[in-house]
């Protein structure tokens, strides 16, 4: 293929990716935008930027790439959102450009990359990576995946070392960018087994992916060192091995389908719990891998592009396999590196139809040519209009979570979500009761039992904010609970309790600024105020950039008679947030 044409290939795919998620920019910050940018005050200073790499980030997690890219795209556009679109956007073109160039180099016939390129680029499913800002950062980790499987097949085209030595360069960049990156190895493999055409020995597959699993081990120790846990959380949600098992081979089939109909995404789903293995769904799912498993052997003999596009989309989704404890069983985030083997296998089966042979004459070939178009012309407008769409369900919390609870009723995540929408509103009723909804759906959800504690506090109900509280750590443990539990006490007079409750909060997490400023403040009200200032100094050390510490310490000294420092506290913190005083 002509270089000048494929430099037109590439301008199409970015045009249409700008296209279809142009109507992003009306957006503003949504759903988990909230807690990973906008109050996310460690991003604000590009000298945070060394701790990444040695402490946890925001949400409990070890991808210090991912957070420079926070840091760097505040400090250029700080909370203008249209400039985080322009991100996502980016590098979502970027990796439908890499999967362009990647299928150039597998596919049996070339000239249908540009059309999975473009099926990858307008797919609905990815949306929950493009117009969620959030997630959209995750994709710099995807964008180094895919490029290091590009570079591992020109090193394994070319024997080039200098592209096997950039192979394992972006590994490494992915794998400090994000978890998905860890499958990157049994991808590399599973391309050696389709389609190594020079038989790679068996001791220089040992040396070169040595290093890869060298550097994936390195990794998984610094990470483990960081976090202290293997997975996002530290325990599994979902229950035992075999009820995670049953249940993952449920989701599985659910992500095919969604794949193939994407028309009620939603960003949170019901999961059932499957305990056991004598149930219809769960022999009707057993059936169906069996299935797959078959056609799946039987076409790595003559349709090896088959058996590789099965074998990514499995392998892709191991990191979201509840192998590790996860928060969120499924999600359609979990979908996007997965869609390239959907989107390879599609454009595979669909460019066998204009040389079935059902056909005899040339006329009716010609027919079956059509038809092929057809199919195409249709699949790239129908993903691109359910892509817009999908955008604008994405314009603002209430827009997402409503619909959220529409198309999933069962969803105990979907109605805690919405809760808090109703709650920032300061609709309690509603808030009430979509948080008893979800207790009802799910009583083991953790959070939803927080947020009506959180809901209970700010009615005045404090005996019911306590019970709520208690009932979410007795099933999960977090910072967050023992927080706010301890402010709850605090009102209620009891400052012993909260002063407990709040070393409990920063025990679990000693870089909470808010638990060490919160126990400054209670330490303050029961008149021990040298603890007091080692708090808030100590919560100063860790973010100086945060308006209510510098206001609390104004309010000490002031209330010590240091009216001096008082002002300059207040000063402080009026530059920071303009109105606090």
């Not at 040695?54 to 840091?71: A, C, H, I, K």
């Not at 997630?135 to 085209?157: N, P, T, V």
């Amino acid at each position: 293929m002509k270089i000048k044409k494929q430099y037109l290939h590439i301008l199409i795919i970015i045009l249409i990716c700008t296209i279809i998620y142009s109507n992003t920019f009306l957006n503003g910050f949504v759903f988990d935008d909230q807690f990973f940018i906008v109050d996310n005050f460690k991003i604000r200073s590009l000298k945070n930027i060394p701790s990444y790499f040695s402490e946890p980030s925001v949400g409990n997690l070890y991808r210090p790439l991912r957070s420079v890219l926070y840091s760097v795209t505040f400090f250029f556009w700080k909370f203008n959102a249209a400039g985080y679109h322009l991100n996502a956007i980016m590098l979502h073109a970027i990796i439908s450009i890499l999967v362009y160039l990647i299928i150039l180099e597998i596919a049996p016939d070339k000239s249908f990359s540009l059309i999975a390129s473009l099926l990858f680029a307008a797919h609905p499913i990815h949306t929950a990576r493009v117009a969620n800002m959030t997630a959209g950062f995750d994709l710099l980790g995807i964008l180094f995946l895919f490029w290091a499987f590009y570079s591992y097949i020109l090193f394994r085209k070319h024997g080039s070392r200098r592209a096997f030595a950039f192979s394992a360069i972006l590994f490494i960049l992915g794998l400090f960018s994000s978890e998905e990156a860890v499958v990157f190895p049994i991808l590399a493999l599973l391309y050696d087994l389709c389609f190594d055409i020079k038989g790679f020995k068996i001791k220089t597959r040992i040396k070169y992916f040595g290093i890869y699993i060298a550097a994936l081990l390195s990794y998984l120790i610094i990470r483990f060192s960081v976090l202290r846990q293997i997975g996002r959380a530290e325990v599994y949600f979902l229950g035992n091995l075999q009820t995670r098992i049953l249940s993952t081979m449920i989701i599985f089939l659910r992500y095919a389908y969604t794949l193939i109909f994407p028309l009620r995404l939603t960003v949170d789903y019901y999961v059932k719990v499957y305990e056991s293995a004598f149930s219809l769904k769960i022999a009707l799912a057993i059936l169906a891998y069996l299935l797959v498993i078959f056609f799946w052997i039987k076409s790595y003999r003559n349709q090896k592009v088959a058996f590789f596009s099965v074998g990514w989309f499995f392998t892709a989704l191991l990191p979201f396999s509840n192998i590790f404890p996860v928060h969120s069983f499924m999600a359609d985030r979990y979908l996007y590196a997965a869609s390239f083997g959907f989107i390879l296998l599609s454009t595979f089966l669909l460019a066998k139809i204009p040389n079935l042979n059902y056909f005899n004459k040339d006329f009716n070939k010609g027919i079956s040519r059509g038809i092929y178009t057809i199919l195409i012309v249709f699949l790239i407008i129908s993903y691109s209009s359910i892509t817009v769409a999908r955008n604008r369900e994405w314009k603002g919390d209430y827009e997402l979570l409503s619909k959220a609870v529409e198309r999933q009723p069962e969803s105990s995540a979907a109605h805690n979500d919405l809760g808090q929408v109703y709650q920032e509103k300061g609709d309690y009723n509603r808030a009430f009761n979509e948080y008893k909804t979800a207790v009802i759906l799910n009583n083991k959800n953790h959070v939803a039992w927080l947020n009506l504690g959180s809901l209970y506090g700010e009615m005045g109900n404090y005996t019911g904010a306590v019970y709520c509280i208690n009932k979410s750590l007795s099933i999960y443990e977090s910072y967050k609970a023992y927080n706010n539990l301890g402010l709850i006490y605090d009102i209620m007079g009891e400052q012993e309790k909260a002063v407990i409750e709040l070393k409990k909060a920063i025990e679990f997490n000693p870089s909470l600024t808010k638990a060490h400023m919160d126990l400054g403040i209670v330490y303050a009200k029961t008149g021990e105020f040298d603890m007091a200032f080692r708090e808030l100094n100590k919560a100063l050390e860790i973010n100086p950039n945060i308006a209510d510490i510098h206001y609390n310490l104004g309010i000490l000294y002031k209330h010590l008679g240091d009216k001096s420092k008082a002002k300059e506290e207040f000063i402080i913190a009026e530059r920071l947030e303009k109105g606090i005083i």
